[in-house]
């Protein structure tokens, strides 16, 4: 069965997507917590932390483990968690 | 105290987890705050460094925290257990600690912490999710597209911009790519995680991902040599 229509799409947003400075996983885990703290206390971001932000939009792993260290710290900030 | 691992490989000690260092080298103003009531960066780490009772203490917190903060977070993806989450923690800690000097500084160590736990967790539960799928079975549904047509709702015009797309992608897949770059995009799109790719290509996540890069840079630069740039990509399936 070949690639659906929304596969290829998919493909073609990413290829459209690609930049030559995009960073990898491991790179993006480093800046990840610093990311995350800025964005739950609402503090700018810097132009070292943009290349994390743009590997979050492509990554579905990494989205998706900083999806959960958001939901982690916002749990641990909650007083019905403590 | 307990050391308790899971089936998975363990990490080859020489892959550095780069948990704190930046890339692109510019050095931040933020100044993160410790947690109310807890220890600044410092203590952590003068703690960690100690070989007796105050690293035993500074360990037993963190343990204490990653538990209590961890199963709540965790709850969306299904019962998982106390067990799971006290290997999560304990390999958690074991790297923390290995791992303690590459942290530096840009947030609180507990969040820093968490960012292996939440790695950890989800490579777990990736694991447990694919450990019965063979990349051949998703290889198998997730073939190079073959004469896929236009959207039947797309004007004329861009029904024939989408065909030109379709057919420069279709060749490009099929004649650019080398074998594992068509492995991890085509494995990639039919859904199947970077890191249960690269356990069953025998390489790292971080190289999964550098191998779908490279091929998305060879599609891009092979679209751009038709005439086919992004503009006229998001042009031709806007």
């Not at chain 2, 050095?27 to 460094?49: C, F, I, V």
């Not at chain 2, 035993?56 to 019962?79: D, M, T």
């Not at chain 2, 420069?168 to 004649?175: C, K, Q, R, S």
Request: glycine letters at 6%; proline letters at 6%; hydrophobic letters at 40%.
């Amino acid at each position: 069965m070949p690639l659906d229509r929304r596969q290829i799409q998919r493909l073609l947003g990413f290829v459209a997507d690609t930049r030559d400075d995009e960073i990898a996983c491991d790179e993006c885990l480093a800046g990840m917590a610093e990311f995350a703290e800025r964005e739950l206390e609402g503090v700018e971001v810097p132009e070292a932390l943009r290349r994390t932000e743009a590997h979050l939009a492509a990554c579905p792993e990494c989205a998706e483990e900083y999806h959960l260290l958001v939901a982690v710290l916002r749990g641990a900030q909650s007083p019905a968690e403590s | 105290m307990e050391t308790r691992l899971f089936a998975s490989p363990r990490p080859n000690p020489e892959q550095r987890l780069l948990c704190g260092r930046v890339p692109g080298g510019e050095r931040s103003t933020y100044a993160p705050r410790p947690m109310q009531g807890g220890r600044s960066n410092a203590e952590w780490l003068k703690d960690l460094e100690d070989a007796g009772a105050a690293q035993a203490n500074a360990l037993e917190e963190l343990r204490a925290y990653l538990v209590k903060a961890l199963p709540g977070a965790l709850r969306s993806h299904g019962p998982l257990g106390d067990a799971f989450v006290e290997d999560v923690v304990q390999e958690t800690l074991m790297r923390a600690l290995a791992h303690r000097s590459e942290f530096e500084g840009r947030s609180r160590f507990t969040t820093w912490a968490t960012t292996i736990a939440v790695r950890v967790a989800m490579t777990e539960l990736r694991r447990r999710r694919w450990q019965d799928v063979s990349l051949e079975e998703v290889l198998e549904g997730a073939a190079p597209p073959r004469s896929l047509e236009p959207d039947p709702a797309a004007s004329p015009e861009q029904a024939t911009e989408q065909r030109a797309v379709l057919r420069a992608i279709e060749g490009l897949v099929e004649n650019e790519l080398s074998e594992r770059q068509r492995i991890a995009i085509l494995a990639e799109l039919a859904g199947m995680p970077q890191e249960e790719i690269g356990r069953r290509l025998g390489i790292t996540r971080n190289a999964v991902y550098k191998l779908g890069f490279d091929a998305r840079k060879k599609l891009k630069q092979g679209l751009e040599s038709a005439g086919i740039d992004a503009a006229a990509i998001r042009s031709a399936f806007a």
